[in-house]
Structure formats: C-alpha cells, structure tokens
Nanobody, 128 residues
Framework: QVQLVESGGGLVQAGGSLRLSCAAS????????MGWFRQAPGKEREFVVV????????YHADSVKGRFTISRDTAKNTVYLQMNSLKPDDTAVYYC?????????????????????WGKGTLVTVSS
C-alpha cells in the first residue's frame, strides 16, 4: 500500500524559502512519476512539478520555473520541493502525488493526469 507523507510546510515571508519533503513507502518507485500539486484557498488544485523517478527528468509549471526545484533521494524514497523567492500567490496546501509511469507518455502528460496516490498535504503560507 503506497503511502505519501508530506512535511516542511509553514509560514514564511515573501521572498523567503521553504523545503518540502515527501516520504514515500509501500513499494518500489523505480517505474513511477512523483510530483507536487497545490490548492490555494477557494481555487482548484493545480499542477506544480513532476519528476520521473528512474531518470530524474523534470517538468515544471510555468508559474514556478526558476523558483521551485524538485529532487529525489532514491536511497531514502523521498521527494523534495525546494521553493525559493516565494510569493503570497504561492500560499496553498501542497500535495505530494505518485503514479505509475505510462509507457511512452511525456512528463507533461502528468500535469493533467489524475495521479493514483496522494498525500494529505502540507500548508504553506507566504505573508506579504
């Protein structure tokens, strides 16, 4: 049974940084795509970034390019989201998600795909 547990959220001032972690367990993720999505108050959940576990390939939303970086530690089965230059608009609950790799699908496929597994989320609040 796949479990994803996020941590690292909190309150930060605009321009600051936070690093989120997602501890994954329950199976091997070698053929999985892992990612981060977020949901701001009163808005729909939106794609942030995904990483292909096997190759480290990455696909970002335009809104976070140059500010957010995803990485994974295969030994610890953990995915990280380093968030720099945070803005009040980045305030949201951030969710870790995972899905088996769809053969032949580019990483951009996953920005609209209903991921198979979700964590419970961690709240990031950016004050102005």
């Amino acid at each position: 049974q796949v479990q994803l547990v996020e941590s690292g959220g909190g309150l930060v001032q605009a321009g600051g940084s936070l690093r989120l972690s997602c501890a994954a367990s329950g199976r091997s993720f070698s053929n999985y795509v892992m990612g981060w999505f977020r949901q701001a108050p009163g808005k729909e959940r939106e794609f942030v970034v995904v990483i292909r576990w096997s190759t480290g390939g990455i696909y970002h939303a335009d809104s976070v390019k140059g500010r957010f970086t995803i990485s994974r530690d295969t030994a610890k089965n953990t995915v990280y989201l380093q968030m720099n230059s945070l803005k009040p608009d980045d305030t949201a609950v951030y969710y870790c998600a995972a899905a088996p790799t769809r053969s032949g699908s580019p990483l951009s496929f996953y920005k609209d795909y209903a991921m198979d597994y979700w964590g419970k989320g961690t709240l990031v609040t950016v004050s102005s």
